[in-house]
T-cell receptor
Framework: QKEVEQNSGPLSVPEGAIASLNCTYSDRVSQSFFWYRQYSGKSPELIMS????GDKEDGRFTAQLNKASQYVSLLIRDSQPSDSATYLCAVPGGSYIPTFGRGTSLIVHP | KAGVTQTPRYLIKTRGQQVTLSCSPI?????VSWYQQTPGQGLQFLFE???????NKGNFPGRFSGRQFSNSRSEMNVSTLELGDSALYLCASSTLAGVENEQFFGPGTRLTVL
């Protein structure tokens, strides 16, 4: 049974701070990893994809991947109240059936 | 470029009925995947279609089925509805086959089974 684990939160950070979201996975053959943002009552929105070990930066977002330790993280710099949402980690895995984490709720307070 | 569209957006059915949901992918995308999202189980994969062929299927009963047309539009059908089928049904499209590629979600269809 493939697993993708995320801390459900809520993770509360002040505006302007760095929010750090973490995800661990069990399927060692996974080659691609995705972060989605989901606002309440809306559908998931792809914000980052990462395929290689190391960091990938896109604006205020940085994804970090460590395949040896089987974790992927998302850093949000200069957090804004509009970043308040649930962040889902997705790991397709070797069986080509994607597994999503349950998501981490992020609250950015002014 | 228009995003993924799903119809209807909301649906209310009673137990035992069947329902058909529709998804139009982003223009040029040939892969369509379907997901069920509930508060209890989170986001779960139903199936993926590419070039009118089902590529893989999640762990759902045979009451859940789907198909894809030559224009890449897809439908999913749920027969003999149960109360537990109440959920947000999401469709996602991708340029390439395989859920290991970037997927873009539609707004979803909220199904309520009474």
């Amino acid at each position: 049974q493939k697993e993708v684990e995320q801390n459900s939160g809520p993770l509360s950070v002040p505006e302007g701070a760095i929010a750090s979201l973490n995800c661990t996975y069990s399927d060692r053959v996974s080659q691609s990893f995705f972060w989605y943002r989901q606002y309440s009552g809306k559908s998931p929105e792809l914000i980052m994809s990462i395929y290689s070990n190391g960091d990938k930066e896109d604006g205020r977002f940085t994804a970090q991947l460590n395949k040896a330790s089987q974790y992927v993280s998302l850093l949000i710099r200069d957090s804004q109240p509009s970043d308040s949402a649930t962040y889902l980690c997705a790991v397709p895995g070797g069986s080509y059936i994607p597994t999503f984490g349950r998501g981490t709720s992020l609250i950015v307070h002014p | 470029k228009a995003g993924v569209t799903q119809t209807p957006r909301y649906l209310i059915k009673t137990r035992g009925q069947q329902v058909t949901l529709s998804c139009s992918p982003i223009s040029g995308h040939r892969s369509v995947s379907w997901y069920q999202q509930t508060p209890g189980q989170g986001l779960q994969f139903l199936f993926e279609y590419f070039s009118e062929t089902q590529r893989n299927k999640g762990n759902f009963p045979g009451r859940f089925s789907g198909r894809q047309f030559s224009n890449s539009r897809s439908e999913m059908n749920v027969s003999t509805l149960e109360l537990g089928d109440s959920a947000l049904y999401l469709c996602a499209s991708s340029t390439l086959a395989g859920v290991e590629n970037e997927q873009f979600f539609g707004p979803g269809t909220r199904l309520t089974v009474l």
